[in-house]
């Protein structure tokens, strides 16, 4: 099944304390994203990337970094998490940004205390 | 500076009413334009997109409706149902461009 993977889908840490958020995809897309999801606030994109080892910045990427090894994944770090990064997060592909559409996963609640 | 801004923020229909969702634009760059749906606990899915050479698009009882002109675009759900009751986030991107950019959603709840 074509699918976009998270984990965790939970996740409660405390300020500080070194997190990375897991994405995996298994359509061989080139195309790959993080965004947060806050009420009221819609989809914010914190970074992207166009291809293997080709990342770039979104709308919020303070306090966020990602990288691109394989094509498959796309991990999301938080090094020194802080209370206002509580929110829930989405990773997403695409075959082509701008031309189709994306894939998401279903999401990584985290509470940063 | 927010790039696309839709309205309304929530919306209560009876079932078989015409719910209107509304997302205007600033960037005349964007080319792509699809809406999303999102049920509790899930992540948005593709809905249905348009493209701005394209004034209208239909999927089933979905329509986008593209106004070039007045950088508006808007979804309308026909015969709505129950079942349709989600979170629906319109959104903007342009080709081989990494940045995408998102309505702030409308929870739309279609009553029995």
């Known amino acids: 099944e074509a699918q976009v993977t998270q984990n965790p889908r939970y996740l409660i840490t405390v300020t500080g304390k070194k997190l990375t958020v897991t994405c995996s995809q298994n359509?061989?897309?080139?195309?790959m994203s993080w965004y947060r999801q806050d009420p009221g606030l819609g989809l914010r994109q914190i970074y992207y990337s166009m291809n293997v080892e080709v990342t770039d910045k979104g709308d919020v990427p303070e306090g966020y970094k990602v990288s691109r090894k394989e094509k498959r994944n796309f991990p999301l770090i938080l090094e020194s998490p802080s209370p206002n990064q509580t929110s829930l997060y989405f990773c997403a592909s695409s075959t082509r940004q701008g031309t189709s559409p994306l894939h998401f996963g279903n999401g990584t609640r985290l509470t940063v205390t | 500076q927010q790039q696309v801004k839709q309205s309304p923020q929530s919306l209560i229909v009876q079932k078989g009413g015409i719910p209107i969702i509304n997302c205007a634009y600033e960037n005349t760059a964007f080319d792509y334009f699809p809406w999303y749906q999102q049920f509790p606990g899930k992540g948005p899915a593709l809905l249905i997109a348009?493209?701005?050479?394209?004034s209208e698009k239909k999927e089933g009882r979905f329509t986008i409706s593209f106004n070039k002109s007045a950088k508006q675009f808007s979804l309308h759900i026909m015969d709505s149902q129950p079942g349709d009751s989600a979170t629906y986030f319109c959104a903007a991107s342009i080709t081989n461009a990494g940045k995408s950019t998102f309505g702030d959603g409308t929870t739309l709840t279609v009553k029995p």
């Open positions: 359509m061989n897309h080139e195309y």
């Open positions: 348009i493209r701005p050479d394209v």
